[in-house]
């Protein structure tokens, strides 16, 4: 256990439909990013949050958006899924500035279908 | 930008043999982290190794090393003695000292050690 949880582990829903990935990150950890990961491919850096605020983004389509809240669980929501969207979402942690050269810690994933 | 090339898309190996994963980025940089990750097939990102580019000593963990060459933008990763749970997807990747700056990865290398 890594300790970044996320929730739920597979989702399958249809097209046009909207989703809400969650993400509780590491104790103590302030920072949280979301990755998209689509099959067989590398890791596409979506959003970074910093204690609640949004910090980078990469590239995260206009129909995806997320947050971090005051307990800094995150969540990523995706709405007007297309067959596309299907891929395996990572969140991942880190403790912000001073951990800089440590990495992130990531959760195990979410692996969304879209049919 | 900065990109991480991983010229290898699939390698293999022989039970405890070694092998030699390549990396190559490109930054403008003088000092930044760099990374390897280990996908098994449970799809978990794991951390493997990391170097920190003012450190001229290759980092080494366990049966895992890397060859850093700093002018080169040479990050390449040593397994020996290779084992059946080495079997991965294996992720290069770049990080910049600032603190709101993301994680970039390479397209992966599929190393699959054969008994």
């Known amino acids: 256990d890594s300790g970044v949880t996320q929730t739920p582990k597979h989702l399958i829903t249809a097209t046009g439909q909207r989703v809400t990935l969650r993400c509780s990150p590491r104790s103590g950890d302030l920072s949280v990013y979301w990755y998209q990961q689509s099959l067989d491919q590398g890791l596409q850096f979506l959003i970074h949050?910093?204690?609640?605020?949004?910090?980078a983004k990469g590239n995260i389509l206009e129909r995806f958006s997320a947050q971090q809240f005051p307990d800094l669980h995150s969540e990523l929501n995706l709405s007007s899924l297309e067959l596309g969207d299907s891929a395996l979402y990572f969140c991942a942690s880190s403790a912000g500035q001073g951990a800089r050269g440590y990495g992130y810690t990531f959760g195990s994933g979410t692996r969304l279908t879209v049919v | 930008a900065q990109t991480v090339t991983q010229s290898q898309p699939e390698m293999s190996v022989q039970e405890a043999e070694t092998v030699t994963l390549s990396c190559t980025y490109d930054?403008?940089?003088?000092?930044?982290?760099l990374f390897w990750y280990k996908q098994p097939p449970s799809r978990q990102m794991i951390l493997v190794i990391r170097?920190?580019?003012?450190?001229?000593q290759n980092a080494t963990e366990n049966r895992f090393s890397v060859n850093f060459q700093k002018a080169a933008k040479s990050f390449s990763l040593k397994i020996s003695d290779s084992q059946l749970g080495d079997t991965a997807m294996y992720f290069c990747a770049f990080m910049k000292p600032r603190w709101d700056d993301d994680m970039r990865f390479g397209a992966g290398t599929r190393l699959t050690v054969k008994p």
């Open positions: 170097q920190e580019a003012y450190k001229q």
């Open positions: 930054t403008s940089e003088n000092n930044y982290y």
């Open positions: 949050y910093y204690n609640g605020e949004e910090r």
